[in-house]
Each structure stands twice: as C-alpha cells, then as structure tokens.
C-alpha cells in the first residue's frame, strides 16, 4: 500500500513541475508577443519586469500558491495631495475586476492576481494586454485630475 502512495505522491510532484515550467513558458511567450525580448526581461527564475517607455511591469509566479502576480508602477503622488484621491482609488477598484489599485510609499500602483490553474498562453497575454490598457487609462487619468507625476 505504501508503493501506491508513493508513486501517487511521484506522479503529482511530476504534474505540479511541469505545471510550473508550463506556467513559465507561457508568461515568456506573452511577454515576447507583446514585442519583449524575454532574456532582458528575465530578473529571477519566476520573475520578469517588461520595461515599457515611464513604466515598469513586473511579473512575479509562485509557485507554491499557484499565483501569478502583475504589477504595473503608474505615477507617483503629487506633493500635496487631499482625500479626493483615496476616494478615487477606491471609488475605482469597485468597478475593476482581477485588477486594483492601491498605494506604495508614494507611488500608486496597479496589480492583478491570477491562478495559474485555468491559464492558458491566449487567457494569460489578453490578461496582460488588459493591464497595460488599463495602466495608460488610469496613468493619464491620475495626472490629468490630480496632478501626480509621471516619473519614475
């Protein structure tokens, strides 16, 4: 009995790596169709940052969770600033889904969380492309209505 379990526990450590490779090779080719060179992009076995013109995308997997982790730096705060843009940000990730918004220090940021159990390589590239749409709306957005800073 204790064979069965064994190679039952084999079995599923072998699914999981693949997965995990799988999950790799599909964030790598979303990243290379979005017109990335991957080996630039690469910063860590489950983590990339795509550099694009003031933005910075990071894309972190793991592993353990099944999580996969996108993140875009949008602008920073303005100097002074009031209530209105909390109220804002929060007003805002209402309407948003598998997206939100929120604050680092004093840049604000946009971030999404997949599980990698129903990704596929179309599902994961139309996720990001969303980000990025949905980055610029809200960059442009942010400076426009309350004066943030573009620089990073």
Partial sequence: M???KRALYDTINITNVNNIEGISDS???AISHLGENVLDSRIGPFEWVIRR?????TI????????IIAEIELCKLPDLYGY??????????????????????????LSMLLNDQYITDFILLK????????GDKYNASLIQKFGCNNDQ
């Fill in 2 to 4: 204790q064979s069965k």
């Fill in 27 to 29: 964030i790598e080719k």
């Fill in 53 to 57: 013109e003031s933005k910075n995308v």
């Fill in 60 to 67: 972190v997997y793991h592993q353990k969770s099944g999580t």
């Fill in 84 to 109: 209105e843009i909390f109220e804002f940000l929060l007003l805002e990730n209402q309407k948003l889904d598998f997206t939100s918004l929120s604050i680092q220090k004093n840049c604000i940021l």
């Fill in 127 to 134: 996720y990001i492309k969303n980000l990025l749409d949905i």
